[in-house]
T-cell receptor, first 115, second 112 residues
Framework: DTGVSQDPRHKITKRGQNVTFRCDPI?????LYWYRQTLGQGPEFLTY????????KSRLLSDRFSAERPKGSFSTLEIQRTEQGDSAMYLC?????????????FGPGTRLLVL | GQQVMQIPQYQHVQEGEDFTTYCNSS?????IQWYKQRPGGHPVFLIQ?????EVKKQKRLTFQFGEAKKNSSLHITATQTTDVGTYFC????????????FGTGTQLKVEL
């Protein structure tokens, strides 16, 4: 499978614990995005990397959230001191821009439940 | 900030009926993209519209971009049970961020 992969697919944690999610993009894609989706809503942008550089962060990304893409390949998203409001699906997407056209390919997501 | 709204929020149709979802933005859209998300699945890219007034077709799906680039629509002719899912429009920012700003989505259910 050459699509975007995410690990784990599901995570249940207790409030106050730290969690880390991993995203492996499509291999030739230099852009990587993180989104968060809550039930009944559309995905919301969190942050974006071009190669290893983090170029934009949403105001949704509080100081408890940190994302890295150390070698410009896979990325990790860490949430520290989780809160119940962090419960959501965390989606990763990757892309390569061709002119004005850019298709973002989404991974299956990591569903987080904070108890 | 930008708000991208879709109507209706839900739509139940009988198989064979047509379906339309409308996407409206509070600001001018850069490029509009449409995604489909099956229940329990992730968003899957359908199409991108770039030009004012653009119309594109994919089999039974017709996508339109408004003349003022502030709205878009997706029309499905003769729905099938495989069309079930939530349809999202998304503004693709072509500025520095390249992020997608998703609409609120329209959930489609198709009954036999």
């Amino acid at each position: 499978d050459t699509g975007v992969s995410q690990d784990p697919r599901h995570k249940i944690t207790k409030r106050g614990q730290n969690v880390t999610f991993r995203c492996d993009p499509i291999s030739e894609h230099n852009r990587l995005y993180w989104y968060r989706q809550t039930l009944g809503q559309g995905p919301e942008f969190l942050t974006y990397f071009q190669n290893e550089a983090q170029l934009e962060k949403s105001r949704l990304l509080s100081d408890r959230f940190s994302a890295e893409r150390p070698k410009g390949s896979f990325s990790t998203l860490e949430i520290q001191r989780t809160e119940q409001g962090d419960s959501a699906m965390y989606l990763c997407a990757s892309s390569n821009r061709l002119g004005r056209k850019e298709t973002q390919y989404f991974g299956p997501g990591t569903r987080l439940l904070v108890l | 900030g930008q708000q991208v709204m879709q109507i209706p929020q839900y739509q139940h149709v009988q198989e064979g009926e047509d379906f339309t979802t409308y996407c409206n933005s509070s600001t001018t859209l850069s490029n509009i993209q449409w995604y489909k998300q099956r229940p329990g699945g992730h968003p899957v890219f359908l199409i991108q519209l770039v030009k004012s007034g653009e119309v594109k077709k994919q089999k039974r799906l017709t996508f339109q971009f408004g003349e003022a680039k502030k709205n878009s629509s997706l029309h499905i002719t003769a729905t099938q049970t495989t069309d079930v899912g939530t349809y999202f429009c998304a503004d693709h920012s072509t500025g520095g961020g390249n992020k997608l700003t998703f609409g609120t989505g329209t959930q489609l259910k198709v009954e036999l």
